[in-house]
């Protein structure tokens, strides 16, 4: 597929939804993509890019954001607490906010720097396991904790649905928790699934492998 096509179905998927007036950011997942790739998208007008991990980003983005102007960058991906500080200083929103070591350390970290990107709190829909992201029943105690605890600007939740789910009912569970706490942001929709995420609610869809292509 195509920058063109995916930003065309999305206008789509929000007519159907009765969200015209929504702002929906596509963020373009460019993890592991070769350079002239995510290139090509930079030069179509594309300034909303993912990524999922710290070090990876470091390698690539400093250089395209001295190239290119109003580049905003979203870490999808885990966040170690030995790499907040960089991921705090490259990224302006991070999505994978699921702990509280990882709170503690943002906040200690933005009353040094003055600043912090905006964040949102990855909730485990499918309380898997192995998952990263906080469980449902403890979304409230985060959310006390990081916001009103530590006034962190949290925006929204994020979820990643378990791969063998259909990802309708995490949608639906993930936008009822948002609005209950009154958070104008969700997370969610990926390449195969976007059109319903924003069906659901979505304001942040993270596109990769439809807009760049397969990864290698
Ligand atoms: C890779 C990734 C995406 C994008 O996945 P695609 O299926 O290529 O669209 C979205 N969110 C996260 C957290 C990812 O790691």
Not at 7 to 23: H, N, W
Not at 29 to 35: D, E, G, M, T
Not at 129 to 142: C, F, H, M, R, T
Request: aromatic letters at 6%; glycine letters at 6%.
């Amino acid at each position: 597929m195509s920058l063109e096509k995916i930003l065309s179905q999305v206008e789509i998927a929000k007519e159907q939804a009765g969200r015209q007036k929504d702002i929906v950011n596509v963020i373009a997942v460019s993890k592991v993509q070769p350079i002239p790739r995510i290139k090509k998208v930079l030069d179509q007008g594309h300034r909303v890019f993912g990524e999922n991990r710290v070090q990876e980003s470091l390698d690539k983005w400093p250089k395209f954001i001295s190239e290119y102007d109003k580049i905003e960058l979203h870490l999808v991906g885990a966040l170690q607490t030995n790499k907040v500080k960089e991921a705090m200083k490259l990224f302006n929103v991070i999505h994978s906010i699921d702990r509280e070591k990882l709170i503690l350390k943002i906040s200690n970290e933005s009353q040094k720097i003055g600043f912090c990107p905006d964040l949102f709190i990855q909730v485990n829909t499918g309380n898997e396991n192995q998952k990263a992201g906080v469980k449902i029943d403890e979304v409230d105690y985060i959310l006390e904790l990081a916001k009103v605890k530590h006034s962190l600007p949290i925006v929204g939740l994020m979820c990643l649905p378990p791969i063998h789910d259909s990802p309708l009912n995490h949608f639906k569970i993930l936008y009822e928790i948002a609005k209950k706490h009154e958070l104008p942001r969700v997370s969610m929709g990926m390449s195969n699934d976007f059109v319903d995420a924003i069906k659901l609610g979505a304001t942040d869809v993270r596109i990769g492998s439809a807009i760049f292509g397969q990864r290698g």
